[in-house]
């Protein structure tokens, strides 16, 4: 999470002098918050067990971007995405707000054969909707597939890194990839 702040800083002008920075896991930075040590922290994906829990026990308040600085930030970070956290994913979240929604991969070595990653990726994709109504941290899953169906390959080759044969034809089974 570390380097995917500091581009989100750089990318909103700020630099190593602007802001005192501490490095801490997710559950300790909201035991910081909670005690007042630190008056802001990046999380992971909302809802997440830390974040909902500590919204029980204190009033927590979801920093927004203003349009120029979001649009910079997604600008300078390629692989994020405009998403929206909805209202009440958060105990006080009132309001649909605009973030940055940082892309997790799954990974696999090359010699995975291709049928148990077809598998495993077509499972995901035809499950995507069930995903998200089992487990909240899920929810926008079917969405962003979609919103993938209608790009390029290359938006789903992070970093030059090629897809897996195996999932590149359970993406195309699936009417997910062109």
């Given at each position: 999470?570390?380097?995917?702040?500091?581009?989100?800083?750089a990318?909103?002008?700020?630099?190593?002098?602007?802001?005192?920075?501490?490095?801490?896991?997710?559950?300790?930075?909201?035991?910081?918050l909670?005690?007042?040590?630190?008056d802001?922290?990046?999380?992971?994906?909302?809802?997440?067990?830390?974040?909902?829990?500590?919204?029980?026990?204190?009033?927590?308040?979801?920093?927004?971007?203003?349009?120029?600085?979001?649009?910079?930030?997604?600008?300078?970070?390629?692989?994020?995405?405009?998403?929206?956290?909805?209202?009440?994913?958060?105990?006080?979240?009132?309001?649909?707000?605009?973030?940055l929604?940082?892309?997790?991969?799954?990974?696999?070595?090359?010699r995975?054969?291709?049928?148990?990653?077809?598998?495993?990726?077509?499972?995901i994709?035809?499950?995507?909707?069930e995903?998200?109504?089992?487990?909240?941290?899920?929810?926008?899953?079917?969405?962003?597939?979609?919103t993938?169906?209608?790009?390029?390959?290359?938006?789903?080759?992070?970093?030059?890194?090629?897809?897996?044969?195996?999932?590149?034809?359970?993406?195309?089974?699936?009417?997910?990839?062109?």
């Open positions: 999470m570390a380097p995917h702040a500091e581009g989100v800083f990318a909103l002008g700020m630099g190593p002098d602007d802001l005192e920075r501490i490095y801490v896991d997710f559950a300790e930075g909201a035991e910081m909670a005690a007042g040590t630190v802001a922290q990046f999380q992971c994906p909302i809802p997440n067990r830390v974040m909902t829990e500590l919204s029980e026990r204190i009033s927590v308040r979801v920093l927004t971007y203003d349009p120029p600085h979001l649009d910079a930030a997604l600008k300078a970070i390629p692989h994020d995405q405009r998403i929206m956290m909805r209202k009440g994913a958060l105990r006080g979240l009132d309001q649909d707000v605009p973030q929604g940082v892309l997790n991969l799954l990974v696999t070595h090359a995975i054969d291709a049928t148990t990653v077809e598998r495993v990726v077509g499972a994709i035809l499950a995507a909707t995903l998200g109504r089992l487990d909240p941290l899920f929810a926008g899953l079917a969405e962003l597939i979609e993938f169906r209608n790009q390029n390959r290359a938006v789903r080759e992070f970093g030059g890194v090629e897809l897996h044969p195996g999932a590149v034809r359970a993406y195309l089974e699936t009417g997910s990839l062109r």
